[in-house]
């Protein structure tokens, strides 16, 4: 009777470490990035591909951001200009011109603008439970969408 009681508060403690690390981990990071760049259609991917957001994305991560007319695919550390969109987990669309902006503004506080001002798209195509286990190390730049 003892042992089982012990295996019961064992499973009990372990749970509960594995519950205040899970919910640690999901705070709110602080986003360092840098403002006031002049960022053009051209020199966009570069920057983006160099973004601590980006960096953060998993491996086999299938983004589509699409800007006006330009469709970009996002992936760890990479980013690549694409003629269609196609298998993307998720679409975010922004008005035409917002390289500039998110160059100027940096990538959250663009969002935010965008989310503000309802010029932000954002459609997914896989289900919300798969979305979140395979961007869940994003939660914590909830901040970007603003309030």
Request: with cysteine; hydrophobic share 40%.
């Amino acid at each position: 009777m003892a042992s089982k009681l012990m295996i019961v508060i064992s499973s009990f403690l372990i749970l509960s470490l594995f519950g205040i690390v899970w919910i640690l981990d999901f705070d709110t990071a602080k986003m360092y990035e840098t403002t006031g760049l002049v960022v053009s259609a051209e020199s966009f991917p570069i920057y983006i591909e160099t973004h601590p957001l980006i960096k953060e994305l998993p491996k086999d991560s299938a983004i589509s951001l699409v800007i006006g007319n330009k469709i970009y695919r996002l992936s760890k550390n990479h980013l690549e200009i694409d003629k269609q969109i196609e298998k993307s987990d998720v679409i975010i669309s922004l008005p035409n011109g917002y390289e500039s902006i998110i160059g100027e503004k940096g990538l959250c506080n663009s969002v935010k603008d965008a989310v503000k001002n309802e010029e932000l798209k954002f459609e997914t195509k896989i289900s919300k439970t798969k979305l979140f286990l395979k961007y869940r190390n994003l939660i914590k730049y909830r901040d970007c969408l603003g309030d």
